[in-house]
């Protein structure tokens, strides 16, 4: 089967979240299964491609897997993906209509004829609208069929209607039917509407957006997909992503050599000024610093959380909360590690250093942070809500995890102390380690979950 698989950041190319990730592993997991793949994504400053051409460049990975970067040195060779300090770049419309064109362009000029296109997220929503309109007729595409995958329904590109015209498209598309969206237009939308099927990334994400709290204003564009619409759980690569080969953290450690976990703790809290004391109960959290996350509640917390244990904060954001975490940073030096960045390095000490990671999200697609810390026996803390509801179980229910229901610090922080209650007690802390740094979310399942989706898109009319 021909996957072109079409993403605007793959890991270890360009990364922001846990779409790189996903773009990272799944088509490589994809080509491991036969498929042949190739991916498109920009050519963005910093990537060096094994061959550059005048409006491309490629890297090949395997007989199977080509990555084909899109190049257009003013849209793409800029400090930021999608935006700057300042807020999304102005021109984000121009810059993915012209990765869509291209890519349409690019798989003709290599005579690539896919049998599945495979769009990600609103910046390559165009991909499928463009195939379902301007390229309807072109026998080049009379057998490709459309997936839109949506990694986080916040995020849907919409654009001022003005921007229109730029598009390309007849003004029939300028309605509610298909990209009209409040007055405005809406990417995500087109991709949704015009793809053969539409998939997020956990079973409970895919039936929560169909309702009016998580729907985004999408809700009833998404029930009329109906059985077109599913959920395929997210995975997590095992060479990226494994304490006993991390050239990143500070003592490489395995299942038989579990103690080598609390070397790293000390490292950890030595390198980062944390106060050393027996017993110290260390969580961790990794993320994007956006409502999203949970970070209302977390900082309504923080003052609790930080008298009885200690905090390691990575991730960058909203300008609000590092307002806020900087304040309680100065206040809890010996007990808080503020790290206000991108930084895929530390992440991974985090990820081995921490007794218990947070994952408070209001909200959370698939969650990749909670899958990673089982395999670093670094015990999720999450609400209950999409993904992390299909992942991580209660440990009072013999699960691996704990799960708080109600979205509010108080329930965040009862979680906390029923984990660190559990944490004092050795005889139940090491066997939770043990068992959930045996977890296994690999790629493999979940590809072949999407090789049935596809089949299933090409037996479509
Ligand atoms: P998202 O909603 O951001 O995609 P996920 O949990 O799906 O959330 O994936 C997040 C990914 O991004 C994980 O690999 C996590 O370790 C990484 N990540 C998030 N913020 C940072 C940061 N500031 N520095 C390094 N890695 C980060």
């Known amino acids: 089967?021909?996957?072109?698989?079409?993403?605007?950041?793959?890991?270890?190319?360009?990364?922001?979240?846990?779409?790189?990730?996903?773009?990272?592993?799944?088509?490589?997991?994809?080509?491991?299964?036969?498929?042949?793949?190739?991916?498109?994504?920009?050519?963005?400053?910093?990537?060096?491609?094994?061959?550059?051409?005048?409006?491309?460049g490629v890297t090949v990975i395997n007989n199977n897997l080509e990555i084909i970067f899109i190049r257009n040195d003013n849209y793409f060779m800029r400090e930021g993906l999608y935006g700057s300090v300042r807020g999304d770049y102005s021109d984000n419309l121009e810059r993915f209509s012209f990765y869509s064109n291209k890519t349409i362009e690019v798989l003709k000029k290599i005579n690539f004829s896919p049998d599945i296109i495979h769009c990600n997220d609103w910046q390559a929503s165009l991909i499928?609208?463009?195939?379902?309109?301007?390229?309807?007729?072109?026998?080049?595409?009379?057998?490709?069929?459309?997936?839109?995958?949506?990694?986080?329904?916040?995020?849907?590109?919409?654009?001022?209607r003005e921007k229109f015209s730029y598009l390309g498209l007849s003004e029939d598309y300028f309605s509610l039917k298909y990209l009209e969206f409040y007055g405005k237009i809406n990417l995500l939308k087109g991709g949704i509407v015009f793809s053969d099927m539409?998939?997020?990334?956990?079973?409970?994400?895919?039936?929560?957006?169909?309702?009016?709290?998580?729907?985004?204003?999408?809700?009833?564009?998404?029930?009329?997909k109906g059985d077109r619409l599913i959920g395929i759980l997210n995975a997590i690569d095992y060479k990226v992503w494994n304490p006993s080969n991390d050239k990143f953290i500070y003592k490489k450690y395995s299942l038989p050599s579990l103690e080598d976990k609390y070397i790293n703790k000390r490292e950890f809290q030595r390198e980062f000024g944390l106060k050393i004391k027996k017993g110290e109960f260390l969580l961790g959290m990794v993320s994007r610093l956006a409502e999203q996350k949970g970070i209302d509640i977390l900082s309504q917390s923080l003052n609790y959380i930080l008298k009885k244990y200690q905090v390691v904060i990575l991730g960058t954001?909203?300008?609000?909360?590092?307002?806020?975490?900087?304040?309680?940073?100065?206040?809890?030096?010996?007990?808080?590690?503020?790290?206000?960045?991108?930084?895929?390095?530390?992440?991974h000490k985090i990820y081995a250093s921490c007794d218990a990671f947070l994952m408070p999200s209001r909200f959370e697609p698939c969650g990749l942070s909670q899958m990673i810390s089982y395999k670093y026996a670094t015990v999720p803390i999450v609400h209950r809500t999409g993904g992390l509801s299909d992942t991580v179980v209660d440990y009072e229910d013999k699960g691996?995890?704990?799960?708080?229901?109600?979205?509010?610090?108080?329930?965040?922080?009862?979680?906390?102390?029923?984990?660190?209650?559990?944490?004092?007690?050795?005889?139940?802390?090491?066997?939770?380690?043990?068992?959930?740094?045996?977890?296994?979310f690999s790629w493999r399942d979940s590809a072949k979950n999407y090789i049935s989706m596809y089949k299933r898109c090409q037996s479509l009319l």
């Open 1 to 56: 089967m021909k996957v072109a698989f079409c993403s605007s950041e793959v890991f270890p190319f360009a990364k922001t979240g846990g779409l790189a990730d996903v773009s990272g592993a799944l088509p490589l997991a994809l080509s491991e299964e036969g498929c042949k793949v190739k991916v498109f994504m920009p050519f963005y400053k910093g990537i060096s491609p094994q061959r550059i051409e005048e409006d491309l």
């Open 128 to 160: 499928v609208i463009y195939l379902k309109t301007k390229f309807k007729d072109d026998s080049f595409f009379s057998h490709t069929r459309t997936i839109q995958t949506i990694h986080n329904l916040a995020y849907q590109g919409v654009f001022d």
């Open 198 to 224: 539409v998939n997020t990334v956990s079973p409970t994400y895919a039936r929560q957006i169909q309702t009016k709290e998580y729907g985004c204003g999408l809700e009833g564009v998404l029930q009329e």
């Open 317 to 347: 954001g909203e300008e609000k909360y590092h307002r806020i975490l900087k304040v309680k940073e100065k206040k809890y030096k010996n007990n808080f590690s503020l790290n206000l960045k991108f930084d895929e390095a530390l992440a």
């Open 400 to 440: 691996g995890g704990f799960v708080f229901t109600e979205y509010s610090p108080k329930a965040l922080i009862k979680a906390v102390n029923r984990a660190y209650k559990v944490f004092c007690d050795r005889e139940k802390w090491l066997p939770l380690l043990k068992e959930i740094s045996s977890y296994s």
